[in-house]
């Protein structure tokens, strides 16, 4: 009842209602699982509703309680069907003899008429003469749906028209955008005592925040998908003899200190090596913890950890940790302890370089009612399941344009691979004089469902600085995998001057404040393979402190199984993007040199801002949920006033997470 009541209401002093907790108990009972396993179910289950407020009340928790149920009861049955049809010696699909081309009975060009409409999407500008489906004309001239012109199996629409002609995909009617519930409430905020950000009576004459890359963007332009084993294992195996030599520096060891943990010894060593489980399938458990060592120090070998002495631990796959212990019967190595992982120094800057950011902006050592610098940033989606509108990019546009925002952080994905309209193919074209169905691209949607948008703000505000991160999920970004490369020129898209592309991830500076970045939910998969033991702290603020010790924007390893991640739009047949990782350059996705100041972990986990070590973490939230509108965060920072001790000081920290207001608010 305890770890039930700690999941289920952390915050709450009396816990669950005797209801409530009763019903999730019996949950427990009937489907023999653990409490963090019902609490994985139960936050998949609010994912799924994409309610605005998911309330566990006794309601609630019942038709929590019938959705596993029938999820339980629906895989049984898929288990029964598929027994039956292995002792009927049934196949889905029966090999035929390859005879005039033929390939399990459809002919080689059939195969590829089913999937022409979908590479020509793909690679939209990236060959030449890229055949594109007409759409279809109708008898009154309006443009009906676009569809391949190619032979299609006949199978179920995803998208229909409901008596109101609002397109929807069948499943997915969510709550029309116009119609949200409660727009511009803040869910979250730090630091509340700070003053919000507001419109100035009189516009500033020139942009006061000037972004510069830490990042050095042209190492992201590498070639995709031809990764070299040889290569990746270099990354792997450097980065456990760099971490090596952080813990030897930062808990002052000697050379004689380290060992192999596979060679038996009785002595007690401090070995380094990457977290693994001894079935790379499988979760991580207490008895299948492996640790990988490198070339180096235990020639490659993996030997299991026994960790059942230690009071508590935080473990996943890929982290990287320095254990002391013994080796005594040779068969596995027995930790006493985890030494603690040294943090990257503080982001800091030099006196003469914070007094003259403060000077550009007119700020004086005494002047405590300044105007603070005013930031939105939000991640995609950028519009609902059922259709193509992009209401919640016009929004943030439009709250950006009344606050008179300084930077506009957007994060992909814009135009999403996953969006069941963009996957199918079967969608409304805008009805405009320009749009020629014959020759539209994916880039000529871009500049219609996106740029417009930010073409509008940059003319209402021209000193606005607008920045771009993308996402593996794009349709538009060349680069599918992860590190990943910046959009194309601004020019094709069509985005105003005022925007900039970026890498994913990215670090940069805005003024003096550091800023790390990534597209990829790094938070979601973490918590799906992290293994937790004894009394640890809060989740939120656990997985972000993970990417701060491990100095890395993915420091997972293997991925998350594509299986285990949210299905795109729903659809259960249909596999997530997942990470796509390119471990040949793994080490672009290390934080360079020091903590940022902020780092932005958009995820699929509830929407948060939390001070961790020091470091102002925030996860935004999406604008736009699957069935209903999403979240954005703001952020007031405060100038960086010096003290006349730290105006004699070589360089001083930024703190950030003290200056900063940051807000959680729905779009």
């Known amino acids: 009842m305890t770890d039930i009541n700690m999941l289920f209401a952390p915050t709450s002093v009396e816990g669950l209602p005797p209801d409530v907790l009763g019903e999730l108990e019996s949950m427990l009972r009937l489907h023999s699982i653990s409490p963090t396993e019902l609490f994985f179910k139960w936050e ?6 994409g309610s605005e407020e998911t309330v566990l009340d006794l309601e609630t928790v019942r038709m929590f309680k019938k959705d596993v149920q029938d999820s339980v009861e629906r895989e049984s049955r898929n288990k029964h069907q598929t027994k039956v049809a292995e002792k009927r010696g049934v196949t889905s699909a029966t090999p035929r003899t390859v005879t005039n081309g033929n390939v399990f009975g459809m002919s080689v060009i059939s195969l590829l008429k089913l999937h022409l409409p979908l590479i020509a999407v793909r690679l939209d500008g990236l060959v030449s003469n890229t055949p594109v489906p007409r759409s279809r004309v109708s008898a009154n001239g309006s443009n009906e749906k676009r569809k391949g012109v190619f032979d299609t199996p006949s199978t179920a629409k995803v998208s229909r028209h409901d008596a109101n002609g609002i397109s929807t995909v069948d499943g997915l009617h969510g709550t029309p955008f116009p119609e949200r519930l409660n727009p511009g409430q803040i869910l979250e905020s730090l630091n509340e005592h700070l003053s919000v950000a507001e419109a100035p009576v009189v516009p500033f004459a020139e942009p006061r925040v000037k972004p510069a890359l830490n990042t050095d963007y042209k190492k992201f332009s590498y070639r995709p998908m031809g990764m070299r084993q040889s290569e990746a294992s270099e990354v792997l195996d450097e980065r456990i003899d760099e971490y090596m030599l952080l813990i030897q520096k930062a808990h002052r060891l000697e050379d004689s200190t380290f060992g192999n943990p596979a060679a038996q010894s009785t002595s007690e060593i401090v070995a380094v090596g990457r977290i693994a489980c001894d079935t790379p399938e ?6 299948s913890i492996m640790l990988e060592t490198s070339r180096r120090m235990g020639a490659g070998i993996r030997v299991p950890l026994r960790v059942n002495s230690l009071p508590s631990y935080q473990l996943f796959p890929g982290q990287i940790i320095a254990v002391k212990g013994t080796n005594v019967t040779g068969d596995s190595f027995t930790v006493s302890e985890i030494l603690n992982a040294p943090l990257a120094p503080l982001a800091s800057s030099k006196p003469e370089v914070l007094e003259g950011i403060n000077a550009r902006l007119g700020v004086t050592e005494d002047d405590s009612s300044s105007q603070p610098l005013n930031l939105l940033l939000a991640s995609g989606p950028y519009t609902a399941d059922d259709n193509l509108d992009f209401e919640p990019l016009k929004a943030i546009c ?60 940059a003319s209402a505000i021209p000193n606005i600085v607008i920045l771009l991160i993308p996402s593996v999920r794009d349709f538009l970004n060349r680069h599918v995998s992860w590190p990943q490369d910046l959009f194309k020129s601004k020019q094709d898209l069509g985005l105003p001057k005022q925007a900039r592309l970026l890498t994913n991830p ?36 656990r997985l972000p402190r993970h990417l701060i010790e491990q100095r890395h924007f993915f420091p997972l390893f293997p991925p998350n199984n594509r299986e285990k991640l949210l299905k795109p739009g729903g659809e259960q047949e249909k596999l997530a993007t997942g990470a796509s990782l390119d471990l040949s350059y793994m080490k672009l996705g290390e934080f360079i040199s020091a903590r940022p100041d902020v780092l932005v972990t958009p995820s699929a986990l509830p929407p948060f801002v939390k001070v961790v070590e020091s470091v102002l973490v925030i996860n935004p939230g999406t604008l736009s949920k699957r069935k209903a509108a999403g979240t954005y965060a703001q952020i007031a920072l405060q100038p960086r006033l010096l003290s006349e001790e730290e105006q004699t000081k070589p360089s001083v920290a930024h703190k950030v997470f003290q200056r900063a207001r940051v807000d959680i608010v729905r779009i």
């Open 282 to 287: 499988s979760k991580l458990s207490a008895s």
């Open 44 to 49: 998949s289950y609010s994912l799924k509703m």
């Open 398 to 457: 439009q709250k950006a344009e009344e606050t008179a925002a300084d930077t506009l952080i957007l994060i992909g994905p814009f135009l999403d691979t996953e969006h069941p309209l963009l996957l199918s193919g079967d969608f409304d074209l805008p009805d405009l004089k320009s749009v020629d169905p014959s020759t539209t691209t994916m880039t000529t949607l871009f500049r219609l469902w996106i740029s417009s948008h930010l073409q509008a703000l």
């Open 506 to 541: 990215v670090t940069m500076s805005l003024n003096e404040t550091i800023c790390g970045i990534s597209a990829h939910d790094t938070l979601y998969e973490l918590r799906q393979e992290e293994l937790v033991g004894g009394i640890t702290a809060d989740l939120l603020a």
